[in-house]
């Protein structure tokens, strides 16, 4: 099998995948699946013994040629159990695979039709709700132990067979006493209890109610069907309390990957696939994917094999190398992007060409190997298409890989930075020019007007603000804060408050 899933429902090529931490799943049948490659067979996955069929192997193939591998309901190929927040309220619905577009062809010009019933809940869903431009290929369900499911009629299972559906006629429900809905594709599914790394954001279902410990923030949903519901956001800062805590439930949280970048010196060369480097004084900057540890330690290999270890809480450190050839980091006991460094006095590394990172500042192209703590205004823009894998950090959110560019308002953005290649961190700087407001700031401001302390102007005020709008020459940026002017009117942020007063008064 040359494909399986990952934790976050990603489809991962068997090349590409880490032979431990990381449970692998099979897509058609949904078995756990290891990594394995010899002399011989080149890099593949493998079921336990007694697990999988031939089916797994010809579905993964099919898999392999589909035009909506993003899609997790496609990607699963079966019916899977959805969390479906409502403010306090919430619902529970079991939710199936759309039709691929040749699928959905073959329905059309041969009048194929399937309906396929829910024994359980008693509800039916057809082959027309599973189109690809269909959103309602879900049924409500309650919890239960189990869900089974039956055709109509014989001729329904003719259809279903001839379209290459395999999904199973029974999927597990509620046998446990707490669950986890992690956020995949815009969808909150259901999360066996098993290692995973969660996002900041998700919910949790439980037959008890649960302490959680402080530095979770923890929202309270309404009980409903004799279970508890939450809605839980983690703290970056990943203690080992914390890990223990989930471990009760049976959940392992995934030690975070980790990232080594070189800040200073900011320029250096190449010796095969380390870094040279002419001065025995370097900055390292750990960055983390998922989650940041409380405590690490960061190993360091010399050139005659020896090791040192620090013990770190903060995100730098600063390294002194005595000795002249190769010297290795990583973080102990996790797993991630090693830093190999090439320390010679006499070298002088230096770029003859200037290497443009594709990262525009206040209309500024940054380069690699120049600027790396940017005093940033306005916004900051990332080209498209993307030339190196990048990954942006926001403000009080965890890190993020950008699957295309666009811009990124002041002050979301605190850094952007290429895995094990560069960072850019970011500094801001108030805007007190009350002749020449940063007209892009109060947009962001109206934007956030609903989640921060508001001010209230006057009506001739109210005019005067309408008045200044057409200084702005940016015809678009001038729409925007028009229709947020019209839709609040008297009421403004701070920062619009102040700019009006201080130019009244001037």
């Given at each position: 099998m040359e494909r399986a899933f990952n934790p976050l429902g990603q489809l991962v090529h068997a090349k590409n995948a880490h032979k431990y931490g990381v449970v692998y799943t099979c897509p058609c049948c949904g078995a756990r699946v290891f990594k394995a490659e010899g002399r011989v067979q080149s890099a593949h996955f493998r079921h336990e013994r007694g697990q999988g069929s031939e089916r797994c192997e010809l579905y993964v193939q099919r898999l392999s040629g589909s035009s909506h591998l993003h899609d997790y309901s496609l990607m699963i190929s079966r019916p899977f159990i959805t969390f479906e927040p409502l403010e306090r309220d919430w619902e529970l619905f079991i939710t199936f695979p759309y039709l691929t577009p040749s699928q959905a062809m073959q329905c059309d010009v041969h009048h194929l039709h399937f309906k396929i019933k829910c024994n359980e809940m008693n509800s039916f869903i057809s082959s027309a709700q599973l189109w690809p431009n269909s959103s309602e290929n879900k049924l409500w369900i309650v919890p239960k132990q189990g869900y089974s499911f039956s055709f109509a009629t014989r001729k329904d299972e003719k259809c279903y067979?001839?379209?290459?559906?395999?999904?199973?006629?029974?999927?597990k429900g509620f046998q446990n006493h707490t669950y986890l809905f992690r956020p995949i594709n815009q969808s909150f599914c259901m999360i066996e209890p098993r290692e995973l790394s969660l996002s900041d954001t998700f919910y949790m279902m439980s037959r008890k109610k649960i302490e959680f410990p402080r530095e979770m923030d923890v929202t309270p949903l309404n009980q409903k069907y004799g279970w508890f519901a939450y809605k839980i956001r983690l703290p970056f800062l990943l203690a080992e309390?914390?890990?223990?805590?989930?471990?009760?439930?049976?959940?392992?949280?995934?030690?975070?990957?980790?990232?080594?970048?070189?800040?200073?010196?900011?320029?250096?060369?190449?010796?095969?696939?380390?870094?040279?480097?002419?001065?025995?004084?370097?900055?390292?900057?750990?960055?983390?994917?998922?989650?940041?540890?409380?405590?690490?330690?960061?190993?360091?290999?010399?050139?005659?094999?020896?090791?040192?270890?620090?013990?770190?809480?903060?995100?730098?450190?600063?390294?002194?190398?005595?000795?002249?050839?190769?010297?290795?980091?990583?973080?102990?006991?996790?797993?991630?992007?090693?830093?190999?460094?090439?320390?010679?006095?006499?070298?002088?590394?230096?770029?003859?060409?200037?290497?443009?990172?594709?990262?525009?500042?206040?209309?500024?192209?940054?380069?690699?190997?120049?600027?790396?703590?940017?005093?940033?205004?306005?916004?900051?823009?990332?080209?498209?298409?993307?030339?190196?894998?990048?990954?942006?950090?926001?403000?009080?959110?965890?890190?993020?890989?950008?699957?295309?560019?666009?811009?990124?308002?002041?002050?979301?953005?605190?850094?952007?930075?290429?895995?094990?290649?560069?960072?850019?961190?970011?500094?801001?700087?108030?805007?007190?020019?009350?002749?020449?407001?940063?007209?892009?700031?109060?947009?962001?401001?109206?934007?956030?007007?609903?989640?921060?302390?508001?001010?209230?102007?006057?009506?001739?005020?109210?005019?005067?603000?309408?008045?200044?709008?057409?200084?702005?020459?940016?015809?678009?940026?001038?729409?925007?804060?028009?229709?947020?002017?019209?839709?609040?009117?008297?009421?403004?942020?701070?920062?619009?408050?102040?700019?009006?007063?201080?130019?009244?008064?001037?």
């Open positions: 067979e001839k379209l290459g559906l395999f999904w199973p006629e029974y999927i309390p914390l890990i223990e805590w989930f471990r009760q439930f049976g959940y392992d949280l995934k030690p975070p990957y980790y990232y080594l970048d070189i800040v200073a010196p900011s320029v250096f060369g190449r010796k095969g696939e380390a870094m040279l480097i002419g001065t025995g004084k370097c900055r390292i900057q750990i960055s983390f994917r998922d989650f940041q540890l409380q405590k690490y330690s960061l190993v360091h290999i010399q050139p005659d094999y020896t090791s040192r270890e620090y013990p770190l809480s903060s995100s730098y450190v600063d390294i002194i190398l005595h000795k002249k050839g190769f010297h290795t980091f990583y973080i102990k006991k996790h797993e991630g992007k090693m830093l190999h460094l090439f320390y010679d006095p006499n070298a002088n590394p230096c770029f003859s060409e200037r290497l443009e990172s594709g990262v525009v500042a206040d209309q500024r192209t940054l380069a690699l190997c120049e600027e790396k703590s940017i005093l940033k205004y306005t916004t900051v823009s990332v080209t498209d298409p993307l030339l190196f894998p990048y990954w942006i950090k926001e403000k009080n959110r965890f890190a993020r890989e950008l699957s295309q560019g666009g811009e990124f308002f002041h002050p979301s953005v605190e850094k952007l930075f290429i895995p094990g290649v560069w960072a850019f961190d970011f500094s801001a700087q108030e805007m007190r020019d009350l002749a020449h407001p940063d007209w892009r700031k109060v947009l962001l401001a109206y934007m956030q007007l609903e989640q921060t302390k508001c001010c209230w102007i006057s009506n001739e005020q109210y005019r005067f603000l309408e008045f200044l709008l057409q200084d702005v020459g940016d015809k678009m940026l001038r729409a925007k804060l028009a229709y947020y002017v019209k839709t609040y009117r008297n009421k403004v942020p701070k920062i619009v408050k102040e700019f009006i007063d201080g130019r009244r008064s001037s």
